[in-house]
């Protein structure tokens, strides 16, 4: 992918630095989350950057990080593709989802009051790992990455009630998860 | 207002995100109903434990290289660098290997440069919400011992209270790929951040100053560390603080 943009212009380069640089992190994590492999997740955030860049031009603002999350989620979707062509065993399970058994029995009640036991982070990572999408991403939207509503519907290109029910759904099937498992197998 | 329209509005509440006529009327119903009660309880339960694991992942260095490298430099642009996006233009892993060689080449021309930009970068992300510091404290004696086993230096913690700097507290930062200590101080509504990096250089370095997009920097060595303090506070002031922090170093040296 030549870089040859219409921002050649350096005082565009340092903004697009100053403005999309110190959120790195924050998209890397969505890409570790949604595409669970760290060596994939690399090369999306290098694409997201580098599109991101390319297409700074159409960046209208106010807030750059979902507008970030949402190029990522445009290369981690050809990723999908590409994995689903090549035929490998599909890492992303969000159609077999609904059939499989679930891993956990997410309408056993559980008992009121009940505390959560206290988990490490690799522990919870794992936790939100095996959740299924479309779930996994609108969760690590708003709890791991400080999205607000809005800005997860305009990440995700869906209107804000359904980003409330999916969260909901996310964090019911977490916490379901959560308490039944007893110790990480792992 | 019934447990099925609460049951989505509760995880809003939780978050924050209902107004305050939705809020009242939430809470309104969560008092008179056990279910709710309980249910918005086991919602905020494990947002707290979450909020309380730090879930995020931190980009691995080579990959924050090679997207700098592969992004046109904010200064005026060396041709050298046009033949490193080259590199990457190819887009194979091997050429993005081939690059990453060329890039330690270019970067080390203006190292300096770009340490102070990234500095500048540290500085701002510190300025963003949550982000200033991890341990918070206005006492050296918690912010110093907190650095240990964090880092390779042991950064110097200096209350500079009494001469008008406030100590508010320290924070692990990345720059140039590296964990580096940061030390947060305060002069009115302004933060200074005091980086500081272990060098082989055990030489004293007299302090410079820059300005990089509307920061102060002022840099200086000493006793085998570097240091950068960044703020918008104004040269002289930067520079007041410098002096002090440096005076008071030596004092404690020979004390």
Known sequence: MPLKTSNDDPEQARRFRELALPYLDDVYTLARYLLRDPADADDAVQECYLRAFKHFDTYRGPAIKPWLFAILRNVCNAEFARRAHVQTKAIDDAPEAEEKPPLWHEAQETPEGAMLRERDASSIRRLVGALAEPFRETFVLREINDLSYREIAEAAGVPVGTVMSRLARARAMLRAAWMAEEEPSR | ?255
């Open chain 2, 1 to 255: 207002m019934t447990c099925d329209d609460a049951e989505i509005l509760l995880h809003a509440l939780v978050d924050g995100e209902l107004d305050a006529g939705h809020t009242s009327e939430v809470e309104a119903h969560v008092a008179t109903c056990p279910r709710c009660t309980a249910e918005l309880t086991a919602i905020r339960q494990m947002h707290d434990a979450i909020a309380r694991a730090d879930l995020k992942f931190s980009a691995p260095p080579l990959l924050r290289r090679r997207i700098e490298a592969a992004l046109p430099q904010p200064q005026k642009a060396a041709p050298s660098r046009r033949f490193v996006l080259k590199g990457f233009a190819m887009g194979s892993a091997v050429s993005a290997l081939a690059a990453t060689g060329l890039v330690a080449i270019v970067l080390s021309n203006d190292d300096q440069q770009r340490i102070e930009a990234e500095i500048v970068s540290a500085h701002l992300r510190s300025l963003q919400a949550g982000h200033l510091t991890d341990v918070i404290s206005t006492d050296q004696h918690t912010v110093k011992p907190w650095f240990n086993g964090k880092l390779d230096v042991s950064p110097p913690v200096i209350d500079l209270t009494a001469q008008g700097f406030t100590l508010i507290g320290g924070r692990l930062d990345y720059v140039d790929a590296r964990a580096i200590g940061a030390v947060v101080y305060k002069r009115r509504q302004h933060v200074i951040n005091l980086f500081v990096a272990q060098t082989a250089d055990t030489g004293q370095h007299a302090a410079k100053t820059d300005t990089i997009q509307g920061f102060n920097i002022r840099r200086w060595g000493e006793g085998g560390m570097k240091f950068w303090a960044v703020s918008d506070i104004g040269v002289d002031e930067l520079n007041e603080f410098g002096a002090k922090f440096e005076a008071t170093m030596r004092a404690n040296k020979e004390g």
